[in-house]
């Protein structure tokens, strides 16, 4: 079967009004932790299933979860649960600490079949996000290799157009240098996410934290020489703080001067200290600046309250297009009047992977309406890639950030360019035992995927057609079956 360039341009369109950052009042996340026996190896102190709790913690309390592991089979651990019910917390961590890294095989296939199921049998809500984050530090392997092919065919031409249409984003993280990353990423683009590798233990903290970060996009205020400011409209204070090997105990100053550590009883402070990390959480900050005390530099802080930041922008994009970015401030959901932001400032920062500062803008009033509530500007990115975006508001009692996470893709090469820019490079190579392994292929194939199953949605994204109808020349129509 063929499909007509008209239902390619439709399709896509969808497609795109889904992948823009935008905000959601709740995410369902699916946590798919790989439970092989490689993991026991790899993975010897268990730290992803300690990440793995830090992760469940931060998540905020609208959100839901649910658990899942996977080796040759797949198991439930947890159906789709609010974590604002009484014990939802405990009992997550407490399913996490019983993983028994003991399987054989890994099978995604089967851990993507069993993730898709828990999601609510329903079109995409723009106010309830859906996310799965996959956890593994292997390659799909059910031993041997028709039955890999076959696997991977399943995956790549039904299973992730169902999660195109449900506007599920996969989060992927590939954890030891031996883990897919390449394949990882495939199913990450077409869904709107990222994935990345942790290559080592010491990294999987880190791993989650951003895993954290990139599902709930949580507000956050700066921590600058270990201070943070609150102002009268934050309602809960979470700080996170790494912790090393060798590090002393953590304290914490509050605004009238009073220092205190983990052992201290004090109301409104729930602290929890682990060889890993601190996470303290207060409820109804006292106004004014908070120090915390320690010997790690890595500090992060995440507020909750009614004076939030609002941003819209794309989480996909090629290098020959520009990124806008456009950022409002919202008090209890209603955008602030512009009389009251006179002296207000926004910008948004660029950072690599690595987090290297790259541009930062002075976001500005619409030209064409010097009293819009909107806040905007544009970057222009040289090298393709994973980025992260931070976007800031500070006033003159106040400040506010958000980091958003976007994927720059490369522009079309020749095949021969492909190829070349492919070897050599373990992140970026391509399958040699895939039936699509010709990079040039792969990208027509797999940009074809998204095609699939996305009919209901197509009216939605008129505004953005254009970034996609300019690439309809790309896209080879008679690759891939959509009805597949």
């Keep these: 079967m063929t499909c007509k360039p008209v239902a390619v341009r439709l399709n896509l369109l969808a497609l795109l009004a889904i992948l823009t950052c935008m905000p959601a009042e709740a995410v369902d996340v699916v946590l798919t932790l790989d439970r092989s026996l490689s993991m026991k190896a790899n993975d010897p102190n268990r730290d992803s299933t300690k990440g793995a709790e830090l992760f469940g913690e931060l998540l905020g309390a609208e959100d839901r979860l649910a658990l899942t592991t996977f080796a040759q089979e797949s198991e439930r651990l947890l159906a789709l649960t609010p974590l604002s019910g009484t014990g939802t917390r405990e009992r997550v961590s407490s399913l996490i600490k019983q993983v028994r890294m003991d399987g054989i095989r890994t099978n995604f296939e089967a851990a993507l079949r069993t993730a898709y199921r828990l999601y609510p049998d329903q079109p995409p809500d723009p106010a309830n996000e859906r996310v799965l984050v996959l956890f593994s530090d292997g390659q799909l392997n059910l031993g041997n290799e028709d039955a890999n092919q076959t696997s991977r065919a399943a995956v790549i031409k039904e299973i992730i157009p169902k999660f195109q249409a449900a506007g599920i984003r996969i989060l992927g993280v590939a954890f030891s240098p031996e883990a897919d990353l390449a394949f990882l990423r495939r199913l990450a683009d077409a869904t709107g996410g990222q994935a990345f590798r942790a290559d080592k233990p010491a990294d999987i903290y880190d791993a989650f934290v951003r895993l954290f970060e990139q599902t709930d996009q949580p507000l956050t205020a700066p921590v600058i020489d270990g201070e943070v400011k609150v102002d009268a409209n934050v309602r809960e204070l979470k700080l996170l703080v790494k912790r090393d090997t060798g590090d002393g105990p953590m304290q914490l100053t509050d605004p009238s001067g009073r220092t205190f550590g983990v052992d201290e009883q004090t109301p409104g402070v729930d ?214």
Excluded: C
């Design 271 to 484: 602290w929890k200290s682990t060889p890993y990390f601190d996470r303290i959480s207060i409820q109804q900050p006292e106004a004014g600046s908070w120090k915390v005390t320690s010997d790690n530099a890595d500090k992060k802080a995440y507020i909750e309250s009614d004076l939030d930041l609002h941003a819209t922008l794309p989480v996909l994009a090629s290098l020959d297009e520009t990124v806008t970015v456009v950022a409002k401030l919202l008090y209890r959901g209603v955008a602030v009047d512009p009389s009251l932001m006179k002296n207000t400032r926004f910008t948004a920062t660029s950072l690599d992977a690595s987090g290297v500062i790259q541009q930062q803008l002075e976001l500005q009033p619409g030209a064409s309406d010097p009293t819009a509530r909107n806040y905007r500007g544009t970057f222009a990115f040289s090298t393709p890639g994973l980025f992260q975006v931070r976007v800031s508001a500070e006033g003159v009692d106040f400040q506010r950030q958000k980091t958003y996470f976007l994927t720059i893709l490369g522009t079309e090469q020749p095949e021969s360019a492909n190829a070349q820019a492919g070897a050599g490079s373990p992140d970026n190579a391509t399958d040699a035992d895939s039936p699509d392994s010709d990079p040039s292929n792969q990208r027509a194939a797999f940009f074809m995927l998204l095609l699939g199953n996305l009919g209901l949605l197509a009216l939605a994204g008129v505004g953005v057609g254009v970034w996609w109808w300019r690439r309809r020349g790309r896209i080879e129509p008679d690759e891939v079956d959509p009805d597949d």
